[in-house]
């Protein structure tokens, strides 16, 4: 993808760029209302000289390196999955062309999926604490 692209993808999703050489560092201020302070996350792109531009997700951080709340974690991780599909294409899919019949669009949604489905409680054991569960569909 290219720089110019990226870039206006990236600070559309609300990223800040805080360094301006071949080598960008963006930062995302993820807010946790708990604690009532901002954990800066930041995120490393590296543009080639040939033009290309490279997402380093695997440098992405918090600065300081402070205790961070897992929850804020977890919102970190949430927006990286956004930005890799976004710098994969799989974001930028038409209606048409999402298969919109399926729970899951691949394999890595389905073991998401999965993995909530693993905690979800069953509708005896729902009603064994007297709450009701989903109607049938």
Request: with cysteine; net charge negative.
């Amino acid at each position: 993808m290219d720089k110019g692209t990226l870039h206006q993808q990236l600070t559309d999703l609300g990223l800040e760029r805080i360094e301006y050489t071949e080598k960008s560092v963006y930062k995302f201020d993820i807010y946790h209302d708990a604690t009532s302070t901002a954990y800066p996350l930041t995120l490393t792109t590296f543009t080639s000289e040939h033009g290309n531009t490279t997402v380093h997700f695997h440098e992405a951080d918090f600065q300081e390196n402070e205790f961070v709340p897992l929850q804020v974690r977890r919102t970190a991780l949430d927006k990286l999955i956004e930005l890799e599909r976004l710098c994969n294409g799989s974001a930028s899919r038409s209606l048409a062309e999402a298969n919109n019949g399926s729970m899951a669009q691949d394999m890595d949604e389905m073991k998401k999926l999965g993995n909530e489905m693993k905690h979800m409680k069953t509708n005896s054991e729902l009603l064994e604490k007297n709450m009701i569960p989903d109607p049938i569909q």
